[in-house]
């Protein structure tokens, strides 16, 4: 038998069905080329931004002097408490630098974390016997953190503002404030409990000190005389 021949309509299909699959598949072709021309375009760039930054920083960090970290001869002599009194203040930028470093030396840091521990305890004791012993509303502890971390910040050797606490002139400001009584009664009487050198107050001092290194140990805190004086009842 002789096999039909294909009709010219059977045919032009099938050219049709080629063209369209060639199409398809230049289509899909250029469009995966197009991504991988994307992705590498954008990691060209990111790798551009990165060298880009490092050679900035490697610049800026060249021309960073460590001048400032190690003290002059001048400021030697007045850590040491050798110097003879300078009127132009020099050194004290030094000095002041010197002290805004945290601690380098791994025990030092653990000595200061205690101490800053040590500092909160102070302020929970203050907000503590301060605010149940107002009248509600007079003050909160807000207002309270705001004047121990603002005017009445503490002050070390060399003058320079630290994270510790003037005391004595905080409670000579609560204590003009007869609107943070009750009945007569407020915070300050409540820490004025056991006298010179065994108060609440003397506490406080002890924990707040400016100086962080001269805070005392947790058990030292709670050996404090202020816990076993008698708290008058008005």
């Not at 096999?3 to 309509?9: A, E, F, L, Q």
């Not at 202020?226 to 008058?232: S, T, Y």
Request: proline residues 6%; hydrophobic residues 40%.
């Amino acid at each position: 038998m002789t096999r039909p021949r294909s009709t010219p309509r059977t045919g032009c299909a099938r050219t049709a069905s080629r063209w369209a699959l060639t199409l398809t598949l230049t289509l899909t072709l250029a469009l995966a080329l197009t991504r991988t021309l994307t992705l590498t375009l954008t990691l060209t760039l990111t790798l551009t931004l990165t060298l880009t930054l490092t050679l900035t920083l490697t610049l800026t960090l060249s021309q960073v002097s460590t001048d400032g970290l190690e003290l002059s001869p001048y400021g030697e002599a007045a850590e040491a408490g050798n110097a003879a009194e300078d009127p132009l203040e020099l050194g004290l930028a030094e000095r002041a630098l010197r002290r805004t470093l945290r601690p380098g030396d791994p025990f030092e840091r653990a000595r200061y974390a205690r101490a800053d521990d040590m500092r909160e305890f102070g302020l929970l004791l203050l907000t503590g016997l301060v605010l149940p012993n107002a009248p509600a509303g007079a003050i909160d502890q807000l207002k309270l953190r705001s004047l121990t971390d603002g005017p009445f910040l503490g002050a070390d050797a060399d003058g320079m503002k630290t994270d510790g606490v003037d005391v004595p002139q905080l409670r000579e400001y609560l204590d003009a404030d007869d609107g943070l009584r009750v009945g007569g009664v407020g915070g300050v009487e409540l820490l004025d409990t056991g006298g010179a050198g065994s108060s609440g107050w003397d506490l406080l001092a002890s924990l707040l000190h400016p100086e962080w290194d001269r805070r005392p140990s947790a058990a030292e805190a709670l050996a404090h005389p202020f816990f076993e004086a008698e708290m008058a009842i008005y």
